[in-house]
């Protein structure tokens, strides 16, 4: 099962002054699904965008030179391919496609696209940790060599010159352009690629009225040579160009695309998820057996360099232990998606190495605010009943095995905006627990409605969901509140979780992909009709809402501020209950280190990885 994020539809706030909110959703958490589309109504008009402020432009950013590998560097290499087990592999590549929020597929993405601009990144304990709090002239350039901002609003990327794809073509601004004209085409199984740029006030809800050239590029995203593109918002906001480092705007081979297009499918929808998702990265899709295995090559061509592994082997191999054991026995290099119980043992094996490291997964108890008693007036006080109830340190120590960490708020705290909420620090505290639910007319709970007391939860990740479930549901009988527990599959989990009809739901690591606490709230938290992507619990407040939209067209400290109304607004009506911060762990042959994090997705990105040798001082990974 995965637990990645969702992407849906935004659409314009009540107030008609404010500008379209961009449609949150990842970051589709572990769902195989996509949001659905909204209802075919008019969009709100879209304001027009205020009137960019002349400003002198800003000197080019280039990074300096990045050195050239040498022949020597190689002979460090002692072996050049790995081999990978997951509990699942993509089962199809589409940006936009029905898949699209599937981990395995973000890996293959990753491997081969390549963003304009990446986060910076420390390597850390064998980890390289991007870092998401830089301004926007301090990322790292990718397939952007320079970048400037020439107003609030308008950015000017000059593309780098001589970039092959896998198939031999140069990467130009026509791939660019044609990328975004796709993502406003929104033509897919999900709109994902519209959804981050309209995160960043590139797009707006235009796309889902009647009128077709709603649907068409304009001055958005515009061509000024073959080596530089203009991006020009339609108001200014603190998403970009963090969004073009995600997944869904790393731009495609567009020669390929093309002349794998249909008349039927103009934007080549189903040879990207059946066949290739082909663009400017380091690996090739070499060999895709659907549900067992997937073999990438290095691209002969990559602009940075040949990597240390030129060929990654990914199998799927359902059951942890299984991939726990092969791993120990020597059989292949990495295994991922390993429960908590069976990272420890292989980490018994003196030749493993578990890499472990705090990004963004989570663990969360949801409640639906259509189900009573969670609906009731008084729902509040017993949500906060619960919050005060839950054994939070058991659940760290005993469950994750101390591997985790209390979450205090309903951000991460790694994402740009995020505040800090103590207010339950001192929980769990049973004798509060039980005054909040008398005051809300139930003490001991007597005559509370059962309706919404049926607890969900991912029966693929049982060995770590089911003890923690149990424990949560003892927690709460000693106050009076008695739920049931449903384990289901994961397709059901994330089939109700777009359809917002589970009562109770443990959110397992959900991860927004935008490091921000506006995309953040937008996936989860904002009002499905008004564009939120994964309200699974259909939470509704206005001031939510207008604190979100207000967010979008504000900067700097005003939009923080915003924020931070935000965050106390749903820490006090708790949509859900934030209960702890869970690692990205991953198993390793010793001696293999330099493993780049990805981006806020936590994906595997083969090329940074390296085997022996020195730390990696460089964007190579090799000295």
């Known amino acids: 099962m995965f637990l990645g994020v969702a992407f849906g539809v935004a659409a314009c706030g009540d ?60 002979e460090l290499v002692s072996q050049r391919q790995l081999v990978v087990l997951q509990d699942d592999i993509a089962p199809a590549l589409d940006i936009d496609g029905p898949s699209s929020t599937h981990d395995g597929v973000h890996d293959i993405l990753e491997s081969t696209m390549e963003p304009l601009v990446e986060y910076p990144a420390t390597l850390e304990g064998g980890i390289l940790l991007p870092n998401y709090k830089v301004e926007w002239d301090e990322f790292e350039s990718r397939l952007a060599e320079s970048w400037e901002r020439t107003s609030d609003t308008t950015w000017i990327f000059n593309l780098r010159q001589g970039v092959l794809s896998c198939a031999g073509n140069e990467f130009t601004a026509d791939d660019v352009i044609w990328s975004f004209q796709r993502a406003k085409s929104i033509s897919g199984a999900s709109p994902i690629a519209w959804f981050l740029a309209s995160n960043a006030n590139l797009m707006g809800v235009e796309v889902f009225g009647e009128d077709p050239a709603g649907r068409e590029l304009g001055g958005e995203v515009t061509k000024i040579d073959e080596y530089t593109v203009q991006f020009t918002q339609f108001a200014p906001n603190d998403n970009f160009p963090d969004m073009l480092e995600i997944f869904g705007l790393q731009p495609y081979d567009s020669a390929v695309m093309q002349a794998n297009a249909t008349e039927d499918d103009p934007w080549a929808h189903i040879y990207s998820d059946t066949e290739n998702a082909p663009g400017f990265g380091p690996y090739c899709l070499t060999s895709w057996s659907k549900g067992s295995e997937i073999i990438l090559e290095s691209n002969p061509d990559y602009y940075r360099g040949e990597p240390q592994f030129t060929t990654v082997i990914i199998r799927k191999v359902p059951q942890g232990s299984n991939r726990a054991a092969s791993l120990r026995s020597g059989d292949v290099d990495h295994v991922i998606n390993l429960s908590p119980r069976d990272l420890a043992d292989v980490e018994q094996d003196p ?58 708020g309903l951000v991460q705290p790694s994402y740009n905006a995020y505040k800090e909420d103590r207010r339950f620090e001192s929980a769990p505290d049973l004798d509060k627990a039980r005054a909040l639910l008398a005051e809300a007319g139930f003490p001991n709970g007597e005559g509370l409605p059962t309706e919404g007391l049926v607890l969900h939860y991912v029966a693929e990740r049982s060995d770590v969901l089911e003890p923690i479930a149990n424990r949560i549901a003892t927690a709460l009988a000693e106050i009076g509140i008695s739920i049931s527990l449903a384990p289901i599959s994961g397709g059901e989990y994330n089939d109700r979780e777009f359809n917002g009809d589970m009562p109770m739901f443990l959110r397992d690591r959900i991860r927004p992909f935008g490091p921000d606490a506006a995309y953040a709230a937008s996936l989860l938290f904002v009002d499905n009709a008004k564009g939120g992507a994964l309200n699974a619990g259909r939470y509704v407040n206005e001031d939510v809402d207008n604190a979100f939209f207000a967010s ?56 940074q990885t390296v085997e022996g040798g020195p730390p990696c001082e460089n964007d190579r990974g090799i000295e």
Request: glycine content about 4%; some cysteine.
């Open 15 to 74: 107030d008609d002054s404010a500008a379209p909110a961009p449609p949150p959703a990842e970051e589709p958490a572990p769902a195989d699904t996509d949001p659905p589309l909204p209802a075919a109504e008019e969009p709100a008009a879209e304001p027009d965008p205020p009137p960019a402020v002349e400003e002198p432009a800003a000197e080019p950013i280039a990074p300096p030179a990045e050195p050239e590998p040498t022949e020597d560097a190689f």
């Open 552 to 607: 979008q067209n504000t900067i700097g400290a005003e939009r923080e501020a915003t924020l931070a109304t935000l965050q106390d607004i749903i820490m006090e009506d708790l949509p859900m209950i934030p209960i702890a911060l869970v690692p990205s762990e991953i198993a390793v042959r010793k001696g293999i280190t330099c493993w780049h994090s990805g981006s806020a997705n936590t994906d595997n990105w083969w090329y």
């Open 351 to 408: 030749d493993v190495t578990v890499l472990s490291w705090f990004n963004n997964e989570n663990l969360g108890l949801g409640v639906n605010f259509q189900f009573e008693p969670w609906s009731l007036e008084t729902g509040n006080l017993i949500r906060q009943a619960v919050a005060w109830a839950i054994p939070y340190g058991e659940i760290i120590e005993q469950d994750y095995l101390g591997r985790a960490e209390r979450w205090f």
